[in-house]
């Protein structure tokens, strides 16, 4: 049981930036990796719909016997947490409680901004997760889609990058926020630039280590933690594996090996 991989899912390579941290927490484990290429971007289709494809996705997962699951989608964590619990007795770890508290930790004046895709933002996860570990945060969210095709294009650092986060982003900086939630999986690789719009006096939370960390406890509150010395990771996209790989290294830092294609959409 110890032995078995943790399961990672996201919509496509964002989750990949979690993995990252996993890797580095949890050295020892094996993982089984499913990005949803064929049907990304999640961001701007219905919960419905995605609690769907998360369901079919934690289906796939299942089939390598994993422990545990990580939604590692701002989106999907947003949407399909209650679904995939109701159907999988596995631990079920989302990316949204850990960014949320992680952010009222840090946050000196309570006034915490989120950022993510249209459907992340509309669902109000963050702010319900917010009010329940503190009553006196003061929440402000900001949908940012161009985002996602600016980081898959690997346009990090470009002047046209720096304008377009600057749009996004003055309305948070007018309502004085200490703390930003980079709510979506791919905007850890955009926190330089971030970082550099809003300023120094504003923290940027980025939930990757902390679900890292939130995946560590529980296994070892379950007796599950791996002592494995090489473990085996796999990859899987449901669609164009190649590019898959290829935009998927710059999100892991390091190669992508034995990527194949999930055959169940
Ligand atoms: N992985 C998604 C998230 O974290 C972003 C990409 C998408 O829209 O599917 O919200």
Redesign the pocket.
Known sequence: MKTRPIGIF???V??LTVVKQIFKRLPNEEIVYLGDTAR??????SPETIKKYSVENADFLMRFKVKLIVV???????TSLDALREKFSIPIVG?IKPGAEKAVQVTRNNRVGII??Y??VKSKAYEKELRHFSRDVEAVSKACPLF?PLVEEGWLKEGVTFDIVKKYLKPLMAKKIDTLIL?????PLLKPVISKVMGRHVKIVDSASSVADEVHNILMALGKLSGQKKPKHKFFATDAVEHFVRVGEKFLGTKIKGARKADYV
């Open positions: 996201d919509s496509g964002g989750g990304v971007p999640y961001g701007t289709k590692a989608c701002n989106t999907a964590s947003s990316v993510g895709t459907t992340t996602v709510g979506c999986t791919h905007y």
